[in-house]
């Protein structure tokens, strides 16, 4: 529940940021019949998952979760919380698919599933789905998995994948520089300048007496109008969403453009130096003032 694994009708139930800023319930156009076949569980509850298989274990194909989520704000998955999803999956004979696409190569060179590794709650999954950081701003996603999984695709496999950009000479190259040039000072500039936004951050809005949390993932992190930590998208819905509006022109007025919904995750680059993370700071306390009025 509020995970966002991209535009495919069968995912698009309830499936975090676009339609949880727009307050859609879903998305219109997509048959009963297709929508049916996603079961939805709440996030980070095992106890649900383990029922759901319980239940309909032989009929289920494939768990898929983000790898951390971050299409409903950031939300930090629950220690070990995607290798129990591995064991309920691969007990029952099905897959866990699990979605980089925002966190592949941006957390840590081997994604999430490289920090929950290096976290000691290391696990296999079945496939892996990039995006976004792989194409280095060109259009490109990427999938991996087992040789068995992987051997299922034509034209080896009976499975059909192709597209009109699969596999654009431009976007791969693109890619492929942007992953050659992600040296581990790059990751360390980025841990860095998370934690100073955060730190500003935080005593911008604890400055005006603005509730909030701030939930990270290596330097992916998201802010939210409530005192705790959201664990779940229904926990992140009643936060006091009203106040990124203001919030967020207030930074735009002073030249910082923020992920357009509190329910975006927030990205540091290569590219943020000290000069562009001195505006950040210096917009934040009217920022904060607008949130908190
Ligand atoms: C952006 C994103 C996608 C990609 O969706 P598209 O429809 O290809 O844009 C998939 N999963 C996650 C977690 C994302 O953040």
Redesign the pocket.
């Known amino acids: 529940d509020g995970n966002?694994?991209?535009?495919s009708d069968g995912l698009l139930a309830a499936a975090g940021s676009g339609v949880a800023t727009l307050a859609l319930p879903g998305t219109a156009g997509v048959p009963a019949s297709v929508a049916e076949t996603t079961l939805v569980v709440p996030y980070g509850d095992l106890d649900a998952v383990r029922e759901v298989f319980a239940a309909r274990g032989d009929d289920i194909a494939a768990i898929i979760v983000?790898a951390a989520p971050?299409?409903m704000g950031v939300i930090e998955p629950p220690a070990g919380f995607n290798s129990a999803l591995a064991d309920i999956a691969h007990d029952a004979g099905a897959l866990l698919i699990v979605?980089e696409?925002?966190t592949g190569f941006r957390v840590h060179p081997a994604g999430e599933w490289g920090r929950q590794v290096d976290a000691g709650f290391g696990y296999t999954p079945d496939i892996l789905t990039y995006?976004?950081v792989v194409g280095g701003g060109m259009p490109l996603?990427a999938l991996g998995g087992s040789r068995e999984v992987m051997e299922q695709l034509a034209p080896t496999g009976p499975v059909y994948q192709a597209g009109t950009l699969s596999g654009n000479p431009l976007s791969v190259a693109a890619g492929l520089k942007t992953l050659e040039l992600a040296t581990p000072a790059v990751y360390e500039h980025l841990d860095a300048a998370a934690d100073r936004v955060i730190a500003d951050l935080t005593s911008a809005l604890s400055g005006e007496g603005v509730a909030h949390s701030i939930s990270r993932v290596g330097s992916l992190f998201g802010l939210a109008f409530l005192a705790d930590k959201p664990g779940d998208y229904q926990q992140a819905k009643t936060q006091d969403a009203h106040r990124f509006t203001p919030f967020f022109h207030a930074m735009l007025e002073q030249g910082v453009n923020l992920p357009p919904s509190v329910y975006e995750a927030w990205f540091v680059t290569a590219a943020h130096d000290d000069e562009a993370l001195s505006r950040i700071t210096d917009a934040l306390p009217a920022a904060a003032r607008a949130a908190a009025a």
């Open positions: 966002y694994h991209g535009h983000e971050a299409n979605d696409v925002l995006g976004k996603a």
